[in-house]
C-alpha cells in the first residue's frame, strides 16, 4: 500500500538515561528545545557533551543539523506501555493518551553544622539532615493535601560527612513533582517551600533550592486522539483517555508536530524494572491500532 504521506521511523536517543541532567535528550534536540549550548556541559565525571559526541563518532559542530523544521512533520504517532496500573486493573487493551505531564524538578542543599553528636546538647544542633527530613514528608503531604492525580518525589538524598557519631552539616536532595496541569506543579513547589522555610527556623539550618528542569505539559492533538479511538473501535477493542504520567519523547515533538500516543496495559503497572511485562496479545493490540491510526490519518491529514 502506498500512503499520501512519507512515513518515517524513529527511535530516539536517551530517553530515559537523564545523563547531564536531561531526559528525552535525542527528541530535545530534534524539537530545537536543546542547542549548542549543551555542548560544554559536564557530567559527574566532568566529561563535556561535545566530547561525548565525539566518542561517538559525531561532530559536535553539526548539533544544529539534527533539528527538525517546525513544518516539516504532518503528525507524530508513539505507541508506549502505561508505565502505570489502569489498563492492566481495568482490563482495557487501549489507552489513548490525553497529554503528557509537567514535570519539575529542583536540586536542594541543607546546611546546617557539623558536629560532635555525643558531645552536642540536643537544643543546640544545626541538623542538616533532621530538616531535610521534614522537607521529604513535606513534599509527601503537600502532594497528598488535595485532590487529583498529581504525584511528587524525593528518590535520593547525600548527607555529609556520613559517620555515624557525627551531626550531619549538609544533605542534598532532589524535588521531583507532576501533574498535567502546569499551574498546579507551580503551587505545589510553592506550598513545599514554605514548608522548607519552616523546617530551616525550627532547626536552625538554611536550604537553597535551584530549579533543574521545568518540562511543561504536552497536550495530545484531538484529531489524532480521535483517529486512536476509531482504529481501536475497528477491531473491537475498548479504549480509554488517560495522561501519560512519565516523560515521553513525544512530549517534545508536540512543539514542532502534531502528536498522539497510544497506551497498551503493562503488568500490575510496573516499569523500568525486571518485572515490566507487557503480553503479547496486548502487544499485538497496539501494533494493530497503531497501523491503523497510521493509515486512518493519512487519508484525513492534509498531504
Known amino acids: 500500500m502506498k500512503t499520501r504521506h512519507p512515513l518515517e521511523v524513529v ?26 549550548e549543551i555542548l560544554e556541559r559536564k557530567d559527574d565525571e566532568g566529561v563535556t557533551f561535545a566530547n561525548w ?6 561532530d559536535p559542530a553539526k548539533l544544529a543539523d539534527a533539528r527538525i523544521r517546525k513544518d516539516a512533520l504532518a503528525a507524530s504517532l508513539e505507541l508506549h506501555i502505561e508505565q502505570g496500573p489502569n489498563l492492566y486493573e481495568k482490563r482495557i487493551p487501549i489507552g489513548v493518551v490525553q497529554g503528557i505531564v509537567a514535570v519539575g524538578r529542583w536540586d536542594c542543599v541543607v546546611s546546617g553544622s557539623a558536629n560532635h553528636a555525643g558531645t ?5 544542633r544545626h541538623n542538616a539532615l533532621t530538616a531535610a527530613s521534614k522537607d521529604v514528608l513535606a513534599v509527601r ?28 552539616g549538609r544533605a542534598e536532595f532532589p524535588v521531583e513533582l507532576r501533574d498535567l496541569d502546569d499551574a498546579k506543579v507551580i503551587r505545589m513547589w510553592e506550598h513545599v ?27 495530545a492533538t484531538p484529531a489524532i486522539q480521535a483517529a486512536i479511538r476509531d482504529s481501536a473501535k475497528s477491531v473491537g477493542l475498548a479504549s480509554v483517555d ?18 498522539g500516543m497510544i497506551f497498551i496495559p503493562s503488568k500490575d503497572g510496573i516499569s523500568h524494572s525486571p518485572n515490566e511485562y507487557s503480553s503479547p496479545d496486548d502487544i499485538a493490540n ?14 484525513r491529514l492534509n498531504p
Open 53 to 58: 559526541l565525539r566518542r561517538y563518532g559525531q
Open 141 to 168: 503531604e503537600v502532594v497528598l493535601s488535595e485532590t487529583g492525580t498529581q504525584v511528587g518525589n524525593v528518590g535520593v538524598m547525600k548527607v555529609e560527612p556520613g559517620a555515624p557519631n557525627v551531626i550531619p
Open 242 to 259: 488517560l495522561p501519560s504520567f512519565a516523560g515521553q519523547d513525544s512530549q517534545n515533538i508536540a512543539k514542532i508536530a502534531p502528536m
Open 193 to 219: 517551600s514554605e514548608r522548607i522555610q519552616q523546617a530551616d527556623k525550627e532547626e536552625g539550618v538554611n536550604t537553597h533550592c535551584q530549579s533543574t528542569d521545568n518540562v511543561k505539559s504536552a497536550g
Open 286 to 299: 497496539g501494533a494493530e491500532v497503531l497501523y491503523r491510526t497510521v493509515l486512518l490519518l493519512d487519508q
Open 120 to 124: 552536642t546538647p540536643m537544643n543546640r
Open 11 to 36: 527511535i530516539w536517543t536517551n530517553e530515559e538515561g537523564n545523563h547531564f541532567g536531561i531526559g528525552t535528550l535525542g527528541s530535545g534536540i530534534a524539537a530545537g528545545l536543546i542547542g549548542p
